[in-house]
């Protein structure tokens, strides 16, 4: 079996940052895309980057610019530098990823709240 776990969220004021990082663990042949997705309150999960195995990356529009995913293969590691927040961005964030032999699986999430 393998495991998403996330870390890094917090509380931070407007315009400050936040890292958060993912780490999968367990029986890990290979790993293709990694995603961090975030839902609000009251709203759909949404995605918000993702990123290959190769290193090519895409952005949500009302992210780009602000926040930068990357990833550790050595590590089995996902990582989303956050800067510039918004209260909008308040959130709790989910990685995802697409397992080789395992399919897709989610970590628990990680609350992210930014104050205005």
């Known amino acids: 079996q393998v495991q998403l776990v996330e870390s890094g969220g917090g509380l931070v004021q407007a315009g400050g940052s936040l890292r958060l990082s993912c780490a999968a663990s367990g029986s890990i042949s290979s790993i293709d895309a990694m995603r961090w997705y975030r839902q609000a309150p009251g709203k759909q999960r949404e995605l918000v980057a993702g990123?290959?195995?190769?290193?090519?990356?895409a952005y949500a529009d009302s992210v780009k610019g602000r926040f930068t995913i990357s990833r550790d293969n050595a590590k089995n590691t996902v990582y989303l530098q956050m800067n510039m927040l918004k209260p909008e961005d308040t959130a709790v964030y989910y990685c995802?990823?697409?397992?080789?032999?395992?399919?897709?699986?989610w970590g628990q999430g990680t609350q992210v709240t930014v104050s205005s």
């Open positions: 990123i290959i195995s190769r290193g090519s990356t």
């Open positions: 995802n990823a697409d397992f080789a032999v395992y399919g897709q699986r």
